[in-house]
Every structure is written in structure tokens, then in C-alpha cells.
């Protein structure tokens, strides 16, 4: 973690909230003893189970939730490769801030077996809490959320291979090709178009005389829109995947649009997300 950046969360936690504003703050520990959690991401979620509001805890386990309104909430603490803990409700005032201790889970998710039971089964939409599909969806999206919640607290270092070929459109032979590097800091170094749009308008899209093909980043993954027409099933490892184990996804049945599909192949034995494929 970069020292600017985590001076910046510190004084956020320390800052008086602005009038009328309610939070929750607190630090996270490890279940059995105080040692403070970093990196967990803290999440507050409504009655509905709607998220309201996500932070990173800092180094020393401390964290500071914003509500949009007051009202009744539960506070969700996720690890990629630990089962997420919840807590009690929490009831917040018109501009109260509350004090809460966390702890995270010790309980290890387990995607070794799925390994040796994956096969090609029906392809599930919103995968239920229990199915192999739910498990994985789960980590996935621990994984996904932080991603996003870190690039909007800390500015992620990157590096981009951008190459452009000329393809001739009879042999299909390229014809030109250039490559070239760009790295930097950034919120967010890939971006795609809004959910609701690819949605509405499909994965390729014309721009004049130009095709535009999109592929879908950690916001479009997460959204309902994409929940709603995309399908999920396990997918067993190639050679190339080896210590790896998938989720694939695809779209639902009866989209005429031009669709994408793929896999997010996560570590059997971490649970960590290390490759999104699509096409």
C-alpha cells in the first residue's frame, strides 16, 4: 500500500463526518484473538441485501461505512478464500455514527472438490446459496468488489499492451502490426460500456464503418442486468488451467444480440481469481 494513499484513509477515519451524515466505523480482527484484518472488504447492506456502501479496511484493521440514510443495516465482511461473516443488525440514526468491532471468518472455502466433480451441467442463472455454481460465483465476486474498491481508494499501478493489426479480409493474413506500451497510475485502467447498455445494444456494436467489440470489466460482472441474461456453470480445467478450477458464463437463451461468453478461472487451493477469459 502506497504511504500517501494510507494517510489519506486514516484521516478519512478521523475527520468528523459531515452534519446529518450516518456511519458505522470500527476495526476488523481475526476471530480468535485481536490481530487486525487488512484488506477485508467491509460492506453495508439494507434490508433488501442491497450493498449501500463497501470500504477496504487499512492496515490496522480499521474501517468507516457512510449510510445513505438512517435506517436498520447488517454489516458483511468478505475474504476471497474465507466464508463471509455478517453481523447483527446494526440501527442507525439520522446522524449518528456508530462503533463496531468485526470479525472475519476463519472458515477456509473448499474448491478442491468441485475440481472433481465438475461437468458440463445446466447452466444455472443467479446460482442458488449450496450449488457448486454459488461457491464459486461467491468468490468470484469478493474478488471482483475489492478489485473495484481498491482502484476507487487507491489508484492502481498498471501496464497495457495495446497492439494494432491489419488484417487483409480475403487471405487473412496480417498485413501491419504495431505494439505499444503505456503504464501509469489510474482509478481504473479498463473500462467497458455500461451494463444496461451492452444489455440493450449487444457486446459488438457499429460505429460508423467500424465494429467495436466490447469485452465486460468488474462492474458489468457484478450488475443485475448481466445476472439476469447471463447463465453460470462449472467448468473443468484444461491442460493450460492445471490447479485451476471455472466458472463459465454465458448468455441466456432467446438473446438475438451479439453476446459475450467465458470463463473466471480461480485457484483451487486460494480460492484467488487469476484469469478472465471471454469471447
Not at 472475519?104 to 450449488?131: F, I, M, Y
Not at 461457491?135 to 489508484?155: C, F, I, M, N, V
Not at 503505456?182 to 467497458?192: I, L, T
Request: net charge neutral; aromatic share 6%.
Amino acid at each position: 500500500m502506497r504511504r500517501d494513499a494510507l494517510l489519506l484513509l486514516l484521516a478519512a477515519c478521523i475527520l468528523p463526518l459531515p452534519l446529518g451524515a450516518q456511519a458505522v466505523r470500527g476495526v476488523v480482527v481475526e476471530q480468535s484473538g485481536t490481530t487486525p484484518v487488512a484488506g477485508a472488504l467491509v460492506s453495508l447492506v439494507d434490508a433488501a441485501g442491497k450493498v449501500r456502501a463497501e470500504v477496504l479496511t487499512d492496515a490496522a484493521g480499521r474501517y468507516l461505512l457512510r449510510a445513505p440514510s438512517a435506517g436498520t443495516y447488517r454489516l458483511r465482511t468478505d475474504r476471497v478464500g474465507y466464508r463471509s461473516a455478517t453481523a447483527s443488525a446494526v440501527e442507525l440514526a439520522d446522524g449518528a455514527t456508530v462503533e463496531r468491532t468485526l470479525r472475519a471468518s476463519a472458515e477456509h472455502v473448499q474448491l478442491e472438490a468441485l475440481v472433481a466433480t465438475a461437468e458440463r451441467r445446466r447452466c444455472t442463472v443467479r446460482p442458488t446459496e449450496g450449488a457448486e455454481t454459488a461457491t464459486l460465483w461467491d468468490e468470484a465476486r469478493k474478488a471482483l468488489a475489492s478489485t473495484g474498491q481498491s482502484g476507487r481508494q487507491y489508484p492502481l499501478r498498471y501496464e497495457i499492451r495495446r497492439t494494432t493489426r491489419e488484417v487483409d479480409a480475403d487471405t487473412r493474413i496480417v498485413r501491419n502490426e504495431q505494439t505499444r506500451m503505456q503504464s501509469g497510475y489510474r482509478v481504473n485502467p479498463f473500462v467497458s460500456a455500461p451494463a444496461e447498455q451492452l444489455a440493450e445494444r449487444g457486446y459488438v456494436q457499429a460505429r460508423g464503418d467500424t465494429l467495436v467489440f466490447y469485452g465486460p470489466d468488474a462492474a458489468v460482472l457484478l450488475s443485475d442486468v448481466f445476472l439476469d441474461t447471463h447463465c453460470f456453470r462449472v467448468q473443468p480445467p484444461s491442460r493450460e488451467h492445471e490447479g485451476m478450477v471455472g466458472l463459465a458464463f454465458e448468455a441466456v437463451e432467446g438473446r438475438s444480440l451479439p453476446e459475450v461468453q467465458g470463463v473466471l478461472w480461480m485457484d483451487r487451493r486460494t480460492a484467488e481469481l487469476r484469469v478472465l477469459e471471454y469471447r
